[in-house]
């Protein structure tokens, strides 16, 4: 199914208040990715699960790369405003408040979550960033005011430095979100620890 240009999956939740996961691929993935861990993470939540429009030689993204870990910032800011949209419109579509939609990210599907929380801070009830970089640094810090972020980052992530991911926690924090980061003993690719923490993270939530 097909809204606004994005491929993308929506199921409705099986509980009055479970929360709407909004699923976010890393480069070379496609909607499909993220199912099987959603149901491990949060078996009663709804799903929305977009594909990224950019083709990085034929490589679905979010958001367009220069090199690797060097964004375009601009198709970074055109691609969030645009994700955003997104989301309003599949919860008109599909009957669901927005309020609900907490993103579930990997890689760069974590960085375009990132962005959105930098700026666009009302689309998100909470994130959970996994294997996130910092996308961009704002001019002016959003007003997150206690909005759950949880960053799993790797110890041995070659992509991502140990300074980057720091800075990506205190940038959320600076900003007022309720940040939960915790780096766990893996690479780039996820690890039981994230599954099991990401799980532990959502069951927790108010
Ligand atoms: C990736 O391979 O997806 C990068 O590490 C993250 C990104 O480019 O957004």
């Known amino acids: 199914m097909a809204d606004s240009g994005f491929v993308h999956i929506f199921e409705p939740p099986s509980s009055a208040n479970a929360p709407i996961l909004l699923l976010l691929h890393g480069t070379g993935g496609n909607e499909q990715d993220l199912l099987s861990l959603a149901e491990v993470l949060a078996p009663d939540a709804g799903i929305l699960s977009p594909r990224g429009k950019v083709l990085e030689r034929g490589m679905p993204r979010f958001f367009r790369r220069l090199a690797e870990g060097v964004f375009d910032i601009e198709d970074l800011k055109f691609r969030t405003g645009e994700l955003a949209d997104f989301l309003i419109a599949s919860a008109a579509r599909y ?6 939609l907490i993103a579930v990210g990997f890689s760069n599907g974590a960085n375009i979550a990132a962005s959105l929380l930098l700026s666009e801070p009302e689309a998100l009830a909470g994130a959970v960033l996994m294997r996130a970089m910092v996308p961009f640094v704002p001019r002016t810090l959003p007003v997150l005011d206690g909005l759950p972020v949880l960053i799993l980052s790797g110890a041995a992530d070659p992509l991502i430095a140990a300074t980057d991911r720091d800075r990506l926690a205190k940038l959320f924090s600076d900003a007022g979100a309720a ?7 893996a690479g780039h690719n996820l690890a039981p620890q994230d599954v099991a923490a990401a799980a532990r993270w959502l069951a927790e939530r108010p």
Not at 95 to 100: I, K, L, N, T, V
Not at 179 to 185: K, L
């Open 95 to 100: 009957g669901f408040d927005a309020h609900r």
């Open 179 to 185: 940040v939960t980061y915790q780096v766990v003993p």
